[in-house]
């Protein structure tokens, strides 16, 4: 099977998504000048953004070439969890089980200063975390919609931020089920990668690796023992450091295999390039792509997010052109 014909069988992976939600903001000024308050800027507020961050980040990618999944997790009943649930729903995120209570969000709010004769820049990012406490009854309430929709679904994918939603218990007992509906779990976590245990596969970055190992990694023989020693210690069939400019390496009890980058160009921004990474694995699991295939396709995508500012998303046609093209 060629790379095209596992990417046509991409599009109709069935996918669930669980993690921690988050909204990103953009507010966008002109510099006009210095306060006389204190030294800084006073900004001529352009306009705002809103986008997915998070767990909504990663079922936005995913439905950006799938419009086949559904995303759990907590919100607040905000205006700007509105804004985020239109962007959602508008994209083919089902959105119907999120949970809302409260009027809280996790909020990260960047303020970018730029003009006609000036690059935009952040000069700031302001951050809100959802604070609610998460119940237990919450995350019952989660594992319950999670379990009523589980067998319809090909693959899942676990987002986590560190923002609280997914504890031990609920890792657990997530795996657990999906496990014994033979589905394969997909985790990217940024700060609890440890908890993890038994799923399908890992993505972290060089910089989680590192700190899962105890080590910076900065030769190949690093690489190698680090690698080998994450997938032993969470037990899961493949792990998948991803490396920036050094591509993709992927290990499994067979031995491990580097990816390289695709169609190498300038990087504009790497923000949300790991969202992209896990939703296309995601994908390829559910549509029961070999592994190989999967991470070479989430590296074209990988390849078109880095060349869009901030968060972004990438399309079935720009991963189909990458694909083609090199």
């Known amino acids: 099977m060629s790379l095209l014909e596992s990417f046509e069988r991409l599009l109709k992976g069935k996918t669930l998504v669980i993690g921690d939600l988050i909204i990103d ?80 969000n996790n909020l990260k709010t960047r303020v970018i200063a730029g003009s ?101 990694i900065r030769t190949e023989n690093d690489l190698e023992e680090a690698g080998n020693y994450i997938l032993k210690e969470l037990n899961s069939r493949y792990l998948l450091i991803t490396r920036g400019a050094e591509g993709m390496t992927l290990f499994d009890q067979d031995g491990f295999r580097t990816v390289p980058v695709a169609n190498r160009v300038e990087v504009f921004d790497v923000t949300g390039a790991g969202d992209t990474v896990s939703a296309v694995i995601t994908l390829a699991l559910a549509a029961d792509i070999p592994i190989l295939d999967g991470v070479k396709l989430a590296n074209y995508a990988a390849g078109e997010v880095v060349k869009k500012p901030g968060v972004a998303s990438v399309s079935p046609e720009e991963i189909k052109e990458a694909i083609s093209y090199e």
């Open 116 to 216: 006609n004769q000036v690059v935009d820049q952040q000069i700031v990012r302001i951050d809100k975390k959802y604070n609610s406490e998460i119940k237990e009854e919450f995350r019952d309430e989660i594992f319950n919609r999670f379990s009523t929709y589980l067998p319809e679904v090909g693959a899942l994918l676990l987002s986590d931020y560190g923002y609280g939603l997914l504890n031990q218990s609920l890792i657990e007992r997530i795996i657990e089920k999906a496990s014994a509906f033979d589905i394969p779990v997909v985790v990217d976590s940024r700060n609890q990668l440890r908890k993890f245990k038994n799923a399908t596969i890992a993505t972290p970055n060089l910089e989680e690796a590192s700190q899962f190992w105890g080590s910076p």
């Open 25 to 104: 903001e953009f507010l966008f000024g002109n510099p006009s000048r210095i306060s006389r308050e204190a030294p800084v800027l006073i900004l001529e507020e352009k306009n705002r953004e809103f986008r997915p961050g998070g767990a909504a980040n990663a079922a936005y990618n995913i439905a950006s070439i799938s419009r086949q999944t559904k995303l759990l997790a907590i919100s607040g009943k905000s205006k700007s969890w509105e804004n985020l649930s239109s962007l959602l729903a508008n994209r083919g995120v089902d959105i119907s089980d999120i949970l809302l209570e409260g009027t809280n």
